[in-house]
Structure formats: C-alpha cells, structure tokens
C-alpha cells in the first residue's frame, strides 16, 4: 500500500513537472515568435514607407504596395515606432535626393536617384537590425500575447 502511494506521489510530481517545462516552453516559444514578427514587421514597414518615398509616392509604387499582403494583420508595431521610422524614412529619402544631384559626376546612365540599391543596402544592414531591436525592448512583449496564442 506505502509503495502504491509512494509511485502515485512520483507519477502526479512527474506530471507536474513535465507540464510545467511545456508549460515555459510554450511561453518561449511565444515570446519568440512576437519577436520574429516584430523585427519582420518592424524592417517591412521600414521598406514600404522608404520605396514609397523614393518613388515620389507614385501611383505604381502605391499600387504594388497595396497589393501586397505582407506582414501581420493586426498592429504590433506602436505610433511611436511609425513615428521614427517615418523620420528616418523621410532622411533617407532626402539623401537619395542628394545622391541624386551628385549624379552628373557619374558615368553616363548612372545620374538620377538610385533607391533599389540603397533601399537594399538599408534592408541588409546590421543597424535596421540593431533599431528593431531596440524598439522591441522598448515597447516590450504584450501581455496578452502569452495568453492569446495558446
């Protein structure tokens, strides 16, 4: 009888831990794909509003955006990440201006914006990583992320 409590005591503590290390890995796993999502999110917001500036807000460039069904369908990134990445946009956008203006010392052909290469160059640096980054410690991982994906 004492050994058959005793194993009940062992199955129901084993139970319980397994159900917990499933239990935190979910939560992991959470966190992680939020994360996944926002960096994502956070560099195709980044993309869309550069390409739609350095194409004078074209209709074209309007088109293939609204066209697209990128990105996650419910707001993760916050007023203040639109906020910065509208700025930083809109300075890039200015030195492709720049850029532009210095196009007469190139090689023939090679005057005008260049966006697609530097729109490229942004996408592949490790500083739009660092940013995202650090926007997502800021505005950290909701609350309800945890609960709403189980």
């Not at 720049?98 to 490229?120: F, H, Q, T, V, W």
């Amino acid at each position: 009888m004492r050994q058959s409590k005793n194993v009940i005591c062992i199955t129901l503590f084993s139970i319980f831990i397994t159900t917990s290390c499933v239990n935190t890995r979910n939560t992991t796993s959470i966190e992680s794909q939020y994360r996944d999502i926002y960096l994502q999110q956070f560099k195709l917001t980044y993309f869309r509003q550069l390409l739609t500036k350095s194409y004078n807000n074209s209709p074209a460039i309007r088109e293939i955006i609204a066209g697209d069904h990128s990105g996650f369908t419910e707001q993760i990134l916050t007023k203040a990440d639109y906020n910065l990445i509208d700025s930083l946009t809109s300075i890039d956008n200015k030195r492709l201006i720049a850029d532009s203006s210095e196009g007469s010392r190139r090689a023939e052909g090679a005057n005008g914006k260049r966006p697609l290469g530097y729109i490229m160059e942004k996408l592949e640096s490790k500083w739009l990583d660092s940013l995202a980054k650090s926007r997502l410690e800021i505005s950290g991982i909701p609350g309800q992320w945890s609960y709403n994906l189980y």
